[in-house]
T-cell receptor, first 110, second 116 residues
Framework: GEDVEQSLFLSVREGDSSVINCTYT??????LYWYKQEPGAGLQLLTY?????DMKQDQRLTVLLNKKDKHLSLRIADTQTGDSAIYFC??????????FGTGTRLQVFP | GAVVSQHPSWVICKSGTSVKIECRSL??????MFWYRQFPKQSLMLMAT?????????EQGVEKDKFLINHASLTLSTLTVTSAHPEDSSFYIC????????????FGAGTRLSVL
């Protein structure tokens, strides 16, 4: 079955860049997503990338997709304390369903 | 745009009672909505896919008589936890897929259910 994996924790200093990594198993994924979840809240869609793209940039966020290695990353430039949250990557393919990763808890310290 | 409202945000109930959670897409229509359950410090587990005007599709292991889903309009889906027990205590999150074509799900803020 489909599997999406992420590292559990990442700690960075304010102002540095954060890179959150994700690997997936389904090579037929059509869209890949990054969501942010703050404590006690729902998920906020940050960005998504179509599977025929290699990179997508949106302000401080850069998504890189290595389809050969089935590896997705999210880079946050100039990380701020407000970026502290859990980040989920997710994939979808031929159905509506999203398969979520385990989530990465990003902690930003001053 | 693409706002999903979920209500209530927190509910405490006695064991044996039923609780209804509402999920509304405020500025778009959604033929498909999804209900997830999230345990502390864990990822989201899809419970069921709610289709407007038809029966919901439940994931394996999810009791359909326990978790009743109704999707009566293009902007509203409800999840009713029937005869709730303490083990049903969890964070429930809904999402709605925009009809616009891309497979993008927009999420509600979640409902924390505590069953005493």
């Amino acid at each position: 079955g489909e599997d999406v994996e992420q590292s559990l924790f990442l700690s960075v200093r304010e102002g540095d860049s954060s890179v959150i990594n994700c690997t997936y198993t389904d090579s037929s994924s059509t869209y890949l997503y990054w969501y942010k979840q703050e404590p006690g809240a729902g998920l906020q869609l940050l960005t998504y990338i179509f599977s025929n793209m290699d990179m997508k940039q949106d302000q401080r966020l850069t998504v890189l997709l290595n389809k050969k290695d089935k590896h997705l990353s999210l880079r946050i430039a100039d990380t701020q304390t407000g970026d502290s949250a859990i980040y989920f990557c997710a994939e979808s393919y031929n159905t509506d369903k999203l398969i979520f990763g385990t989530g990465t808890r990003l902690q930003v310290f001053p | 745009g693409a706002v999903v409202s979920q209500h209530p945000s927190w509910v405490i109930c006695k064991s044996g009672t039923s609780v209804k959670i509402e999920c509304r897409s405020l500025d778009f229509q959604a033929t498909t909505m999804f209900w997830y359950r999230q345990f502390p410090k864990q990822s989201l587990m899809l419970m069921a896919t709610s289709n407007e005007g038809s029966k919901a599709t439940y994931e394996q292991g999810v009791e359909k008589d326990k978790f009743l889903i109704n999707h009566a309009s293009l902007t509203l889906s409800t999840l009713t936890v029937t005869s709730a027990h303490p083990e049903d205590s969890s964070f429930y999150i809904c999402s709605a897929r925009d009809l616009g074509g891309k497979n993008i799900q927009y999420f509600g803020a979640g409902t924390r259910l505590s069953v005493l």
